[in-house]
C-alpha cells in the first residue's frame, strides 16, 4: 500500500491556491524600500497546490482522525465531553473573532463585559474571590498559581522553597515548580488512594510554599481529608493549590474556595466544554483568594459602574505569561456554556459525570483489576495487570485493541502509581447505550486477551496505519519535511 | 438537562448496577465541612436562541476589524484569511480531538503537525521546529530558558525595540530562576550591534526583527556579536510573513526563533488563542520545549507520525522537564499550515510585498503631513512610528469616531513617546482606505490645535 502522500508531495511548480490583490500604490523599487542584504535570496520550499489541493488534502487527513464527533473518547483526566456547535458559531462572530486587543476599551465594551461576567461566575463556581484570563491552558495557570504564591511571601519578606506533590499528580506540577525555582518534594498516597496525610505532615515545615493538590485526584478518588489536609498545610503557613483538571467531578458539590484552597487554576477546555483542538488551544483561567489578589498578572477586569476597563496598574502584580489578555475566543465559547446550563445544569455536571463513571467501574469490575475498590468520582483507574500475568498482554495492546472496536483509548500508565493503569472518564454527555457498547469492547478485549493474545498484542489492525514504531522515531529523528 | 442524554429510568438503572440508591450516595466522600449547602448563585439558564442573542449583543458593541478600518497591529495583524482555512480547521475531525497519544487514529493531526514543523522551518530558514507553544511572548520566554540551560550562563540580553509585553513575559520566565535580563536602548528605532553589551555570562541576546517598531535589526550583527562571545542570538518576530520577502533568521545566524503565529491564518480574536512558534538548530532540540512529532514506519512498514523525543516532557520527566508545556495550540497550527499550503512561496512573497509596498505609501503620506514626523529613520517592513502634533491616545480617539482604528498610542510603554502612533498596513487595506485615513489624521491635527488654541487663548 502506498504511504498517505504528504502535501509537499502533491506540489507542482507554478500552481497557486490564491487570489491576492495586485498593489494599488506606486510602483517603487524593492530595493529603494529596503537594503537589498535584507531581502531573502531563497523562496521558502512550501508546496505549491491550488485551492482544491489544499482542500482534499486536509479533508483527507481530517479523515484519519479520531475525535469526539466521530465517537467516544474516554481519555481519563481530559474530560473530553461534547462541545456544542453553537460556541463554535458565536466563537466567530466578528464582534469576537475580528476584534484587535489594542482596540480602545471604549470600544471594546461587549468583549469586556463578557470577561467581567464570566469572571463573577466563574468565582463564584470555585469560591474565590479573583480571577485571571491569561493562562493559555491548565499548566500555564500553574505556573501563574505558583508565581503568585511566590511573590505573596516574598511580599512578606519569606523566603520558602519547597513545593509538595502527590505521587499521583499530573506531570505538569513538579515540571511547574521547578519553572519557578522551587524544589519539588513528593509524598505518597495511602492504601484508599488519598494523600497520606502522616506522610504530608512530616514535610510540612516554614520551607513548604505550597501544596499542589488534585482533587479529585488523579485516581479519580475525592481526597476525604481535603479539609484536614488544608488546615495543616495553612498551620505551617502554606498555601494551597488545587490543579482544577478534575473540577468537572465537583460543580455546584462542593467548592474549592471552600475546601481551603487559596488558588486554583481551571482548564476551561475540560470543564467547560471548549474544544480540545488536537491538542490545544485550551484556557487555563486561574482563580485565587483575596490575600492574593494583588499578585494577580496584568491586565485584570474591572468594572467602574457601567464600564468595563483593563486595569494595569497594580505594582504587586507577578507581570505577564503571555501577550494580551487570554484565548479570548475559548473564553466567549466558556460563558456560553455556563450560560446555557446555569446553576441547576451544572450541578447535573457533576452529578452526570460522577454517576457514568461509577456504572463503567462496576460494570468493569468482573473483567479488569479495580485498584482502588471505592465510589469514585468523573473518573477511575482500572488495570491491566491481570491481562498482563494471566496472558502476557499490556495494557497498551488493550488501548490499541480499543481502536479496532471504534473506540479512544482510555489513559494508559498514568497515573503512575498504578501498574498498567487504564484510566477512564467517560463524562456527562455520553448516553447509557454508547457506555454498555463500551463495557461490551472491554468485555470481547479481555476474552481475546485469553483466547487470542497475539491479535490484542499486533493490534490495531483496521486503522489507517498499523502499530507505529516509536523506538524509530526518537533514533533516527526526521522532524521535517526535505526537498528531494 | 441540556447536554446530558442520561433520561431518569437510565439513572435509575445506572444507581441500581452501582448498588446505591440515589446519586447523593455517590458523593459520600465529600466531607460536610466542605460541601456547598445552596445553590450556585449564577445568572438564570437562558435557552440556545437566548445564548445566542446574548452573546451576539455583547459582540454587536465592539468595534471589530469588519466594521472599523484597522491600522492596528502590534504584535496582532489584520491579515486576509482564506475562507477555505477555517473551514477545514473547524472540522469536528479536528476541532475536537485531543493530542494524538494514540497515534493510529491521529495520522491526520500528526501528519498536519509534521508538515507545519516543515513549513515553519522553510519560512524562517531553520532547522527544526516544535507543534507550537501558546504565543509568541510566552515562546520567547520559553527561548531565554532554553538558552541558559543551553549555556550554563544566566544573562539575557533584550534589545528595548522588542515587544513590551513579550519582554514582560521574558522577566515572568526568568526572574524565577535567578535569570539577569538586561535592557539594551534603541537608537532612533533600531539596536545596532554592540559588542560591549554582550560577554562571556551572556547566555543569550533577545532582538525582534523586524522590531516592535517595525524597523529592520541588523541580526546578522547581533549573531556575530553573540556568538564571538559564546552566546546565542534569539530572535523574537511578531509576524512570521516578514519572511516571504525578507531574509529570515536561519541564514542570519540565529539560534532560537520564538515567533507569533498569529498572522499565519488566524483570527485577531481579542488576543487569542494565537500561535506560538519555536524553531532552533538540529542539535539543540533535546532542550527544546513542547511536543515535537516525527516520521517513522508501522510494523507494516508503512510511513506514519508520532509523538517523538517524549522524554524532554512533563508527563515523562517531571520537574527535570524542559517546560510544563502540555497542551499547545495545535489548531492554531493546523491553521498556519493550511494557510502557507494556500499561498505557497509565491503567495508569501506577495503578500509580504504587498504589507511593505502600501506600508511604504501611507508612511510617506503621513510624513507629508504639517506637524507630523517620522522619527526613526531605519528601514521599516509594514509597520512604522509616527510623531504627531498631538497625543496619540487623543488621536487615535478622534479617529475612532471616523471609524479608524488608527495604531497603537507609544505613551504607554515608552517614556516620551506619548505623541508617537505605531501604524500598521496589510495587503488588507486599500489605497482609497489609506488616503481617506491620511485625511482623517490631518482633519483631526487641524481640530487638535484649534482647541489647543483655544485653551491658550
Redesign the interface.
Known amino acids: 500500500m502506498r504511504d498517505f502522500p504528504l502535501i509537499f508531495e502533491r506540489s507542482v511548480p507554478g500552481r497557486r491556491g490564491f487570489g491576492l490583490p495586485e498593489s494599488d500604490v506606486p510602483a517603487q523599487p524593492l530595493e529603494e524600500l529596503v537594503p537589498p542584504q535584507a531581502l531573502r535570496r531563497r523562496p521558502p520550499a512550501l508546496p505549491e497546490v491550488s485551492e482544491l489541493d489544499v482542500v482534499r488534502h486536509y479533508t483527507r487527513l481530517s479523515h484519519r482522525n479520531f475525535s469526539i464527533d466521530e465517537g467516544f473518547y474516554p481519555l481519563g483526566s481530559c474530560t473530553m465531553k461534547y462541545n456544542p456547535k453553537l460556541h463554535e458559531e458565536l466563537a466567530r462572530l466578528p464582534g469576537f473573532a475580528r476584534l484587535h486587543p489594542y482596540t480602545p476599551e471604549e470600544l471594546a465594551q461587549g468583549a469586556l463585559q463578557l470577561l467581567w461576567e464570566l469572571g463573577e461566575e466563574l468565582r463564584e463556581l470555585a469560591g474565590m474571590d479573583a480571577v485571571t484570563f491569561q493562562p493559555a491552558a491548565g499548566a500555564h495557570g500553574e505556573l501563574v498559581g505558583l508565581l503568585v504564591i511566590r511573590a505573596y511571601f516574598a511580599s512578606r519578606g519569606e523566603k520558602r522553597t519547597r513545593v509538595i506533590v502527590p505521587d499521583s499528580a499530573h506531570g505538569t506540577n513538579p515540571a511547574t515548580a521547578a519553572m519557578v525555582g522551587y524544589e519539588v518534594v513528593t509524598v505518597r498516597s495511602d492504601a484508599r488512594g488519598n494523600l497520606d496525610l502522616a506522610a504530608l505532615e512530616q514535610y510540612l515545615d516554614e520551607r513548604t510554599a505550597a501544596l499542589m493538590l488534585t482533587n479529585p485526584n488523579t485516581l479519580g478518588l475525592f481526597e476525604e481529608q481535603v479539609d484536614r489536609i488544608s488546615e495543616r498545610v495553612h498551620a505551617v503557613g502554606a498555601q494551597m493549590y488545587l490543579d482544577g483538571a478534575n473540577f468537572n467531578a465537583m460543580v455546584g458539590i462542593t467548592r474549592p474556595g471552600d475546601q481551603g484552597f487559596d488558588v486554583m487554576h481551571m482548564n476551561l477546555h475540560k470543564t467547560f466544554s471548549t474544544p480540545h483542538g488536537g491538542g490545544g488551544p485550551g484556557a487555563g483561567v486561574v482563580a485565587v483568594k483575596s490575600h492574593l489578589e494583588p499578585f494577580l498578572p496584568v491586565p485584570v477586569v474591572v468594572r467602574d459602574g457601567d464600564r468595563y476597563r483593563l486595569d494595569f496598574d497594580r505594582p504587586q502584580s507577578v507581570g505577564r505569561v503571555r501577550a494580551f489578555y487570554g484565548n479570548f475566543a475559548n473564553l466567549v465559547r466558556a460563558y456560553a456554556y455556563l450560560r446555557t446550563l446555569g446553576a441547576e445544569g451544572l450541578r447535573a455536571v457533576a452529578e452526570h459525570a460522577v454517576l457514568h463513571a461509577n456504572y463503567l467501574r462496576v460494570r468493569l469490575a468482573p473483567y479488569y483489576e479495580i485498584p482502588y475498590q471505592r465510589i469514585c468520582k468523573h473518573e477511575f483507574v482500572a488495570s491491566g495487570v491481570r491481562q498482563k500475568r494471566r496472558d502476557g498482554v499490556t495494557t497498551r495492546d488493550i488501548a490499541k485493541r480499543l481502536l479496532d472496536y471504534g473506540f479512544h483509548a482510555p489513559t494508559v500508565y498514568f497515573p503512575l502509581i498504578v501498574e498498567e493503569a487504564i484510566m477512564i472518564e467517560p463524562t456527562e454527555t455520553e448516553s447509557l447505550q454508547t457506555l454498555d457498547a463500551f463495557v461490551d469492547a472491554m468485555v470481547a478485549i479481555d476474552r481475546e486477551c485469553r483466547e487470542d493474545p497475539e491479535k490484542v498484542r499486533t493490534a490495531p489492525h483496521t486503522t489507517a496505519v498499523g502499530r507505529l514504531d516509536e523506538v524509530r522515531a526518537a533514533r533516527q529523528l526526521d522532524l521535517r519535511w526535505r526537498p528531494a | 438537562?441540556?447536554?446530558?442524554?442520561?433520561t431518569p429510568g437510565?439513572?435509575e438503572?445506572?444507581?441500581r448496577?452501582?448498588?446505591?440508591r440515589s446519586?447523593a450516595?455517590?458523593?459520600?466522600?465529600?466531607?460536610d465541612?466542605?460541601?456547598?449547602r445552596r445553590?450556585?448563585?449564577?445568572?438564570?439558564?437562558?435557552s440556545?436562541p437566548e445564548?445566542?442573542r446574548?452573546?451576539?449583543?455583547?459582540?454587536?458593541?465592539?468595534?471589530?476589524?469588519?466594521?472599523?478600518t484597522?491600522f492596528?497591529g502590534?504584535?496582532?495583524y489584520?491579515h486576509?484569511v482564506?475562507p477555505?482555512v477555517?473551514q477545514?480547521?473547524?472540522?469536528?475531525?479536528?476541532?475536537?480531538?485531543?493530542?494524538?497519544?494514540?497515534?493510529?487514529?491521529?495520522?491526520?493531526?500528526l501528519?498536519?503537525t509534521?508538515?507545519y514543523?516543515?513549513?515553519v522551518?522553510?519560512?524562517l530558514?531553520m532547522e527544526?521546529?516544535n507543534?507550537?507553544m501558546?504565543?509568541?511572548?510566552?515562546a520567547l520566554?520559553e527561548a531565554a530558558?532554553m538558552a541558559r540551560d543551553l549555556t550554563k550562563r544566566d544573562r539575557v540580553v533584550v534589545s528595548r525595540a522588542v515587544?513590551p509585553?513579550?519582554r514582560?513575559?521574558l522577566?515572568?520566565?526568568t526572574e524565577?530562576?535567578?535569570i539577569r535580563v538586561v535592557e539594551l536602548p534603541h537608537q532612533a528605532g533600531t539596536t545596532p550591534p554592540n559588542p560591549r553589551a554582550v560577554d562571556r555570562r551572556t547566555a543569550a541576546v533577545v532582538v525582534q526583527h523586524p522590531n516592535f517598531f517595525g524597523c529592520?535589526e541588523d541580526v546578522r550583527g547581533w549573531a556575530e556579536a553573540a556568538h564571538r562571545v559564546g552566546a546565542l542570538l534569539v530572535v523574537a518576530c511578531s509576524d512570521p510573513l516578514a519572511?516571504?520577502?525578507?531574509?529570515?533568521p536561519g541564514?542570519l545566524g540565529a539560534d532560537i526563533v520564538a515567533a507569533?503565529g498569529q498572522p499565519l491564518g488566524n483570527?485577531?480574536?481579542?488576543?487569542?488563542?494565537?500561535l506560538g512558534i519555536i524553531a532552533t538548530r538540529q542539535e539543540f532540540?533535546r532542550r527544546m520545549p513542547g511536543?515535537?512529532?516525527?516520521?517513522?514506519?508501522?510494523?507494516?512498514g508503512?510511513?506514519?507520525?508520532?509523538l517523538?523525543?517524549q522524554?524532554r516532557?512533563?508527563?515523562?520527566?517531571?520537574?527535570?522537564?524542559t517546560?510544563?508545556?502540555?497542551?499547545?495550540?495545535?489548531?492554531?497550527a493546523?491553521a498556519a499550515?493550511?494557510y502557507?499550503?494556500?499561498?505557497?512561496?509565491?503567495?508569501?512573497?506577495?503578500?509580504a510585498?504587498?504589507c511593505?509596498?502600501?506600508a511604504?505609501?501611507l508612511k510617506s503620506r503621513v510624513a507629508e503631513l504639517p506637524g507630523f514626523q517620522l522619527p526613526f529613520p531605519a528601514?521599516t517592513?509594514h509597520e512604522f512610528v509616527v510623531r504627531a502634533p498631538r497625543p496619540a491616545e487623543a488621536l487615535?480617539?478622534a479617529l475612532?469616531r471616523e471609524g479608524f482604528?488608527a495604531g497603537?498610542p507609544l505613551g504607554k510603554f515608552y517614556r516620551g513617546m506619548r505623541d508617537c502612533l505605531l501604524v500598521a498596513t496589510t495587503?488588507n487595506r486599500?489605497?482609497?482606505e489609506?488616503d481617506r485615513f491620511v485625511e482623517a489624521l490631518a482633519r483631526a491635527c487641524r481640530r487638535g490645535r484649534h482647541v489647543v488654541g483655544g485653551r491658550m487663548g
Open positions: 438537562m441540556r447536554y446530558i442524554p442520561t437510565e439513572r438503572h445506572m444507581l448496577v452501582i448498588g446505591v446519586v450516595d455517590l458523593f459520600a466522600d465529600v466531607p465541612s466542605v460541601r456547598l445553590p450556585l448563585r449564577l445568572r438564570p439558564a437562558l440556545d445564548v445566542l446574548y452573546l451576539s449583543s455583547l459582540a454587536d458593541r465592539n468595534a471589530h476589524a469588519d466594521r472599523m484597522c492596528v502590534a504584535g496582532a489584520d486576509f482564506p477555505a477555517w477545514l480547521v473547524g472540522r469536528g475531525e479536528f476541532l475536537t480531538a485531543y493530542t494524538p497519544y494514540q497515534a493510529e487514529i491521529m495520522q491526520g493531526e501528519q498536519a509534521y508538515e514543523q516543515t513549513m522551518c522553510e519560512l530558514g527544526v521546529a507543534a507550537s501558546y504565543d509568541g511572548a510566552s520566554g530558558v515587544h509585553e513579550y514582560q513575559v522577566r515572568t520566565y524565577p530562576l535567578g529592520l519572511f516571504g520577502l525578507l531574509e529570515p541564514p507569533e483570527p485577531l480574536n481579542f488576543g487569542g488563542p494565537y532540540v511536543r515535537l512529532v516525527g516520521a517513522t514506519v508501522d510494523r507494516h508503512r510511513r506514519g507520525f508520532v517523538t523525543l522524554t516532557e512533563q508527563h515523562i520527566r517531571r520537574e527535570k522537564a517546560s510544563n508545556i502540555c497542551t499547545n495550540e495545535a489548531l492554531n493546523l499550515a493550511a502557507l499550503s494556500l499561498l505557497g512561496p509565491q503567495g508569501v512573497r506577495q503578500v510585498e504587498l511593505l509596498r502600501k511604504d505609501y528601514p517592513f487615535v480617539r475612532s482604528l497603537l495587503e486599500t489605497r482609497e489609506m
